[in-house]
């Protein structure tokens, strides 16, 4: 187990130097920084100081040195467009897309557990085929039409909920929250909804064909020939089998929901990062640009390690086939 976990450590230190390269090459293929930074009327010598000054006449290796060095300590730089440390930028805004994604996560997982169990022990109900047609339409319509749609519904036609912002918020030491406001919560149902939908119909799809491929099992017909309830039958043993591959899907889809976050926060201009990265893009902002594809980077890793080592603890086959490889 140890020496598994030590392996898929190594593989994600080599994908996040992968990344890095890739980042840094943005900063030497995106033209001179220096003319983002300074006005027209700059004297060469001024643009020579600031070149020194940012290790822009080093050798490129000495540069990639600095530039990993910098980053492993969160640091990226001042932005171009905002002239503040983009590690700054950042942290302001991360607690609104870590907001969104978590609420997203967990109406995709509690949803779509629910609506993939009944579909799969109800499959012939109306409900059931509801719950179908449900998914497909999750699936097929891209998230920034759902956006558009759910803005078009509830915010002009029925006035219910706010099109747009993140509504007021608390804030507690460096977090901030809106969970704890009425507005807050209003301005999270429908960027949530927007976000997890596609999650929430993986989900459900996964759940309803896992459990009906354990219901069709041996020991499901053993525990109904000991006499068990059918409520045991379903959530003690059936459901219990079919959460071991959510598992792995839920961990790297929350990676997926941050990352693809960009879509619904400029749909609802909702202040997180996703939104600081699509300004960035517009504005040629360099820094924000290599920092949000570390972090995006980073998270997925995290997570891809995290699902890796649980997944391991959870299902013995996989535990006891990675002890007999070692």
């Known amino acids: 187990m140890l020496a598994f976990t030590l392996r898929r450590a190594i593989q994600a230190i080599g994908v996040m130097i992968a990344v890095g390269i890739i980042s ?14 300074v006005s027209m009327d700059t004297s060469g010598a001024e643009r020579a100081a600031i070149r020194k000054s940012l290790g822009l006449d080093d050798p490129v290796i000495v540069q990639f040195g600095h530039y990993v060095a910098n980053a492993a300590q969160f640091k990226f730089g001042v932005s ?5 440390p983009v590690s700054q930028l950042l942290l302001e805004r991360m607690p609104a897309t870590l907001e969104l994604a978590i609420c997203a996560s967990i109406f995709a997982m509690v949803c779509g557990i629910l609506m993939g169990v009944y579909s799969a022990l109800r499959r012939d109900t109306w ?18 039409l759902i956006g558009i749609l759910l803005i078009y519904l509830f915010s002009v036609t029925l006035g219910w909920l706010p099109s747009f912002g993140r509504g007021e918020v608390v804030r507690i030491g460096w977090w901030t929250t809106g969970l704890l406001t009425l507005s807050g919560l209003k301005a999270l149902i429908m960027p949530s909804i927007t976000l997890g939908l596609f999650q929430m119909t993986l989900i459900m799809r996964l759940v309803r064909a896992e459990m009906l491929e354990v219901m069709r099992t041996d020991y499901i017909r053993f525990a109904r020939a000991r006499g068990l309830t059918t409520r045991a039958i379903h959530f003690g043993h059936a459901l219990r089998n079919t959460l071991v591959p959510v598992i792995t899907v839920a961990g790297l889809q929350f990676g997926s929901v941050i990352a693809f976050a960009i879509i619904t ?5 909702w202040p997180g990062m996703g939104l600081l990265f699509v300004q960035a893009v517009q504005n040629v902002d360099i820094p924000i640009m290599a920092a949000y594809l570390m972090m995006v980077s980073l998270i997925f890793v995290t997570i891809n390690l995290a699902v890796d080592i649980l997944y391991t603890i959870v299902d013995p ?3 006891s086939t990675v002890s007999r490889a070692h």
Not at 28 to 34: L, M, N
Request: zero cysteines; proline letters at 4%.
């Open 24 to 37: 840094f090459s943005m900063f030497r293929f995106a033209g001179d920084p220096v003319n983002q930074m």
């Open 80 to 84: 171009y467009q905002f002239r503040l």
């Open 127 to 144: 409900l059931a085929h509801a719950f179908q047609a449900i998914s497909l339409i999750g699936v097929s319509l891209p998230t920034f």
């Open 265 to 269: 926060e400029t749909v609802f201009q």
């Open 317 to 319: 086959r996989l535990r």
